[in-house]
């Protein structure tokens, strides 16, 4: 009977594996590329300082004449489009991937019948299914720029939005394109005229089968305390006593879902704003323009709750609007903190949690 030991083959230590490849260096040193290539090629990257020695040489000299033909493209690696197998994480569906701050000149047109070319922001996501890896997301940017030419509308967004939902075989989507839009406005007295710029956006969105079409605005006004106004004309009757009431620079950002199929123009969104509340900052000033500012805030004096409501009362009269968002912020000048206010009106921008940096970005700098 043949007895074995249990171990036929024990595995070499490090010293022995050390040895080996000493061994193995000092025979490769000596040896001809040909009788290492015979051997094993991967012998050649042991020997120092020719690592990489059976790599391919390749060209330093970039191909100015190469052209990428039909055969040569479908060749191309495209891992974003690749197999499920190759998901990193867990396979969850993406609400939202794409691309942001993708910009271009884009033409609008105004109420009064003319058109402006303005810098435009633009950000496009699909949704992305639990299974697939990735989108290409240059076909977002190629399907928008097929309609970048025309003058933009809402309904222009929506020809953009099915055709990168077809490009992508995607089920939602998201248009957003930001813009600073600029309007003459005149002087409260002295007849000066100049351009006040409104940041502005238009939004498209399909989920679950159902889209909207929305609207951003920031409207930027003077807010005066109607506490600190009290207060300061009591110590003027009472005691003789010069006193300012405090007023400060103020944002609203004022979110609207357009509905029927009337135009809600962009100026038609500001002097709804204006309506609501007056004290818009000025743009051109005299002494007389400034003396009416403060008369026109002495007749206005303003909470963030009042600005909240006052502008609720304009979007519920206007039948152009559906849901809608007010969120305004007046930035103390009596205090070293902020004072916010939120109204929502319907499902579209109702919120349980606010993005915690939501106030910080109606700081509107000069």
């Not at 991967?42 to 020695?53: D, N, Q, S, Y």
């Not at 922001?121 to 299914?129: D, F, H």
């Not at 051109?284 to 600005?307: G, H, S, T, W, Y």
């Amino acid at each position: 009977m043949n007895v074995h030991p249990s171990d036929m083959s024990p595995r070499p230590d490090r010293d022995e594996a050390k040895a080996a490849l000493a061994r193995l260096r000092q025979w490769a040193s000596s040896a001809t590329p040909e009788e290492v290539a015979d051997l094993d090629p991967a012998i050649a990257r042991l020997l120092p300082g020719e690592e990489v020695a059976n790599y391919p040489a390749l060209s330093r000299d970039y191909p100015e004449g190469f052209v990428a033909d039909p055969a040569y493209r479908a060749s191309l690696p495209d891992l974003q489009n690749g197999p499920s197998s190759l998901i990193r994480g867990t396979r969850q569906q993406l609400q939202h991937v794409g691309i942001s701050n993708f910009r271009l000149p884009i033409r609008y047109h105004t109420r009064d019948n003319g058109d402006l070319t303005l810098e435009t922001s633009v950000t496009g996501t699909v949704s992305l299914e639990a299974g697939k890896k990735g989108i290409n997301m240059s076909r977002i940017m190629r399907s928008f720029y097929k309609h970048s030419e025309k003058t933009f509308s809402l309904e222009v967004m929506e020809a953009a939005l099915d055709d990168y939902l077809a490009d992508l075989d995607s089920v939602d989507a998201r248009l957003q394109m930001r813009l600073s839009y600029p309007m003459k406005v005149e002087a409260l007295r002295s007849g000066l005229v100049g351009y006040q710029y409104y940041d502005i956006a238009l939004e498209l969105v399909e989920q679950d089968g159902v889209r909207r079409k929305l609207m951003h605005f920031d409207y930027v006004y003077s807010s005066t305390c109607p506490c600190s106004l009290e207060l300061s004309e009591h110590a003027r009757r009472v005691r003789g006593q010069l006193a300012t009431p405090h007023s400060q620079r103020s944002a609203a950002r004022i979110s609207v879902e357009v509905v029927g199929s009337d135009c809600l123009w962009f100026e038609d969104l500001i002097e709804l704003a204006r309506r609501a509340v007056p004290t818009e900052t000025q743009v051109m000033v005299k002494r007389e323009d400034e003396q009416a500012f403060a008369e026109l805030n002495a007749a206005n004096p303003i909470f963030v709750e009042d600005a909240a409501r006052l502008f609720c009362e304009q979007l519920l009269a206007e039948p152009r609007v559906g849901d809608f968002r007010v969120v305004a912020s007046h930035q103390e000048s009596l205090h070293s903190h902020d004072a916010v206010s939120v109204l929502t009106e319907g499902n579209t921008f109702a919120a349980t949690s606010l993005d915690p940096r939501l106030f910080q970005t109606l700081v509107h700098g000069g």
